[in-house]
């Protein structure tokens, strides 16, 4: 049997949802971007990061309680999301769906799943590089607390072969952050991965948390240069969505994306609200990537690149003395 | 004391270099460049790879002494590239220069050297992401035989830092290919890296080796991406300099950069030949991303990313089964 290998996707944007948003209300928002993607021949969509709520790791919550409740508990096929994977099986199209994770014991985790055209969980992320800071920062008007509420992602950067007959790819899944981070892309493609997913919820002015010279403009780019370059070194198509817009007082990126092998943009968003952007790929277009510049079983030199796994930070050299 | 951290560098670019061009010839044009930066104030300038002679892996080579007439033998301070140490020494100018390198013992390397305002070798590098074959390919018009002339850098990634009262850098060198490999960017910056020289010879149209699909335009964006993508990711100057335009009949990209530490690119050429472009750059900018958004300390997962040394090729996943 030949697989699937050329077929469309789908980049699903969301605008802005509001912290009083009710779960079922931003789930018929999103089962309808999902049935528009699926009208417009997808057999796969990405939606962003944390898709079911506003982003909350803005603020300093007091309680855990009001915490856990961004969170979804028990398995997500069968609460409040449920439309989403009768639809995925009604219209056989898979989705890529960002969400806060409670585990039954009592884990938070930032985290993707990956549902197939039966509307199947087929594999789960959990954010490896989670920004921000465990405290929060005095006289800044947002926060940026992943470390405060979500723990680290455990489970790796574990590829996933999908259902040739759905369509026959390599996925990855990053969320956000990850993406400025080549160590994930390319564990991932040293498992073959020739499709990348990714969501992402990226403040578009970080006022006093990442340095005062960061506008809009320069984290566009910046968002835009991570998938574009890392697309091209690891010879993938990648889908890279955002949820977007001002989010109760918060400027979000928008910007979604999605680009091809050579590290070229496809086709971007062009706007701050709900978007459904669908484009063809073809998978057989990784390959010569992956069989020429990046033949990284011809090219790379592992034995240079101790210090990435042996060390976490940065060591600086010892101060500058006179050798001669 | 404090260093030098904020200071004039400059890109030079260098346009072809005839088969038939004396070595002597050559330098007194290099020098005549390196003259034209010590005018406009820098203190530092960054030369492409192999500098010296015509990108010579183009062509099968019959006999070992012609391949070695490509190369310098010996203390390259005392050769026919004396006049440029003179010059380094005399207008207090720094220089990287990369060259085709033959040692005492026998051993050819593609090569980049460090030296300082003193006109003294600081530091030395040996390419480690060799591109092309080891046999030539029937029916190309150019081939790539840098795996057959060359052996693997035995040097690793190593930064050094400089003399304060010259410049106050830990400095990274890279070597044409290497650019696209993040995993030589990331050795260096794991050592407080903020500049990195790269020279490069890239071929412009390289039919039938890289895939047919890519043309001049595609490959300057590849080459940029490369530079700006990395420079963000860590935190770091770059500059990146080419060998450039139809050097016997095989064509070389131009477009030598500057970049800041946020990935943009300060001045680029605009021009296929010699080109001599300065820029003040501050090094005390690259703190914020590497205290910031790319403070490796806090934010890497190094137990995540074990594939990378741990592996060589890509190993792809067994095929799909059903597993429900």
Redesign the interface.
């Known amino acids: 049997m030949v697989g699937v290998r050329k077929f469309k996707i789908a980049a699903i944007q969301v605008g802005p949802i509001a912290r009083a948003a009710k779960r079922e209300e931003v789930v018929e928002r999103l089962r309808g971007l999902l049935e528009e993607a699926a009208e417009k021949n997808a057999t796969l969509a990405v939606f962003p990061e944390l898709t079911l709520t506003t982003f909350f790791p803005k603020w300093l919550i007091d309680t855990q309680e009001e915490v856990d409740s961004y969170f979804e508990k028990g398995d997500i096929t069968k609460g409040p999301c449920k439309p989403l994977f009768d639809l995925a099986k009604h219209r056989g199209i898979g989705f890529y769906l960002g969400y806060a994770e409670l585990t039954e014991d009592g884990h938070h985790f930032n985290t993707s799943i990956l549902v197939d055209n039966r509307g199947?969980v087929?594999h789960k992320y959990r954010k490896?590089?989670?920004?921000g800071f465990v405290e929060p920062i005095a006289d800044v008007p947002f926060q940026q607390l992943e470390k405060r509420y979500f723990e680290?992602g455990d489970l790796?950067?574990e590829?996933?072969?999908?259902?040739?007959e759905w369509i026959d790819a390599?996925v990855g899944m990053l969320i956000c952050?990850d993406r400025?981070?080549?160590?994930?892309w390319?564990?991932y493609?040293?498992?073959?991965m020739d499709l990348m997913l990714i969501g992402y919820n990226s403040v578009a002015n970080a006022v006093g948390?990442?340095?005062d010279?960061?506008n809009k403009t320069?984290r566009q780019?910046?968002s835009d240069?991570?998938v574009?370059?890392?697309a091209?070194?690891n010879s993938c198509y990648a889908v890279s969505v955002g949820k977007c817009g001002n989010e109760e007082g918060q400027n979000l990126l928008a910007g979604s994306l999605i680009v091809d092998p050579?590290?070229?943009t496809m086709v971007q968003s062009e706007i701050e609200d709900d978007d459904v952007m669908v484009r063809e790929i073809d998978l057989d277009e990784t390959i010569?990537?992956?069989q020429?510049?990046?033949?990284?079983?011809?090219?790379?030199?592992?034995e240079?690149?101790?210090?990435?796994?042996?060390?976490?930070?940065?060591?600086?050299?010892?101060?500058?003395s006179?050798?001669?």
Chains 1, 2 share one sequence.
């Open positions: 199947e087929v490896v590089h989670l920004p680290y790796g950067f590829a996933v072969r999908t259902n040739p390599t952050n400025r981070w080549p160590e994930a390319r564990s493609s040293l498992q073959g948390l990442f340095g010279k960061e320069l780019y910046h240069l991570s574009q370059s890392n091209y070194f050579t590290g070229r010569v990537g992956k020429k510049m990046f033949d990284f079983a011809r090219h790379r030199r592992p240079c690149y101790t210090r990435l796994t042996e060390q976490k930070g940065a060591v600086a050299l010892p101060p500058y006179e050798k001669k």
